[in-house]
């Protein structure tokens, strides 16, 4: 008896070794298999990185993309053509917007060599007015690479022309930038909603008309567009709030609130691909 509960524990013994030495292989193999995991992953994110930072600056890489590349992305491109960057503001809006200030911080981020930053805008303008008065001419000064061309909509409104004449005269002013600035990317820019929405003129046009005629000279001349007025009606719907909450007593101003709104939606629209094959070397 004695003889067969040795053979046991013996037995008890190899069995408990064999048990033990199965799991440490088992962990052990687990845990190779895990660093090897975690050093591909590495490795894979490393290759990722380096090809995103070879491209972005790789100059070929950019003109490839031209049909779909982002604003923000396109004046990184026009860094690497051995050129400081330079945008500018024009059209109708208040001259000291907060907003014009917070996008051109944001696009210096994006940049090595800094940006040159000029605004034309005008809080009491139209169409008409700027074409006639041929005010694309100060845009020379800047040798902008991307105009902003912010439509007049309220100031057409307020002129109480047709929407064709609107449509017309936006056009024309599209034109006397490029001819004036023959390499600069115009980005068409609807403007933010005011309190102006139910106000008429002789013809029952509202701004909003006029907007609309200017989202449809972007489309027809194939030119970039940010469609401000709409996505920042979306955001409005979504926080419950109404546009009255956005601007200052005279209804068209951007309040602290309203200027922060447009900064946000303007730099997500910076970000959006666009066809840019109508600037630099079109």
Known sequence: MKKKSMILVVLLFFITVAVVYAGYNFSNNQQKELIQATSAE???????????????????????QREQLSIIDYIK?????????????????TEDADWVDN????????LSNGLESTSFLKPETDSYDL??????????????????????ALGDQIR???????????DRNVNQIQEMLPDALVVLVTPAPNDESEDYNSRMLTYIDYKNA???VAEEIELPLFDIHEKYLDQLEQKDASVETMVEENGVTLNEEGNQLMSEIFNEELTVPVDTTSGLGN
Request: hydrophobic share 35%; charged share 25%; aromatic share 10%.
């Open 103 to 110: 996008i051109t911080v944001t696009l210096e981020a994006s």
């Open 77 to 93: 491109y026009i860094e690497l053509t051995e050129k400081k960057p330079a945008i500018a503001f024009y059209g109708q809006s």
């Open 214 to 216: 200017a989202v449809e």
């Open 131 to 152: 074409y006639i008065t041929n005010a694309a001419q100060s845009l020379t000064e800047t040798s902008a690479d991307v105009v902003f061309f912010m439509t007049p």
């Open 42 to 64: 590495g490795e894979k994110k490393e290759s990722v990185v380096q090809e995103e930072s070879v491209q972005e600056n790789d100059i070929s890489f950019y003109e490839s």
């Open 160 to 170: 109480d022309v047709s929407i064709e004449d609107s449509k017309d005269y936006l």
